[in-house]
């Protein structure tokens, strides 16, 4: 189990990297055997190729913005709501559960939203 | 799987609870065989009357209240950002996942917050 200031620090690079990167790099944050679940509910994607084609799909060139709003850290795994803005067109409030390996290396996703939330800017 | 609608009303009951009410009235609303973890990363609890003994102690007869601040429903599951103040002392924000019956009660709950997330009034 990773500490708290690790996973603190993988979080932060986690939503950095949504704002201002793309599918691959983002891809790169996970365990290349990480599971994936975005929304909850829907298809569970295993492994970092699904996850980039994920990324990919859901955000391609758009520009993207993000900030996290809240976060805790416990017992090595993550819970936290973040602000997504996507293509200056939507804007969405998501609570991300993580889980990581001692590299900091994000080794689950669980993302919790639904479509009410997505608010048109 | 219950409806977001019923997933929702089960959150809100679940914190008014935590605010104007005591251990059993909490535990009623969980299942008689629910999984708990509070914080993430410490003791797993199983049964009700487990849950029972746990916010007794965690609460006994301080005043509590309690507030919903950000939640998100997704397949049947809820994740949500709620403050407490207890005993008039100390306050705390939290993040808990919950899973549910198709009755609402709660199924599984994991509590993400760390000491340091606790603030002296």
Request: cysteine-free.
């Amino acid at each position: 189990v990773p500490g708290n200031e690790e996973v603190k620090r993988a979080v932060e690079r986690y939503v950095a990297t949504l704002g201002d990167d793309r599918a691959a790099s983002i891809a790169e944050l996970f365990a290349e055997d990480a599971v994936f679940e975005d929304p909850v509910g829907g298809d569970v994607r295993r492994g970092r190729e699904a996850i980039r084609a994920f990324y990919e799909s859901a955000l391609g060139n758009q520009s993207v913005s993000s900030e996290l709003i809240t976060l805790r850290v416990s017992g090595g795994e993550a819970a936290f709501h973040f602000r997504l803005e996507v293509g200056g067109r939507i804007r969405i409030d998501i609570i991300d559960v993580m889980r990581f390996d001692d590299a900091g290396a994000i080794t689950s996703m669980k993302a919790y939203w639904s479509p009410e939330d997505i608010v048109a800017l």
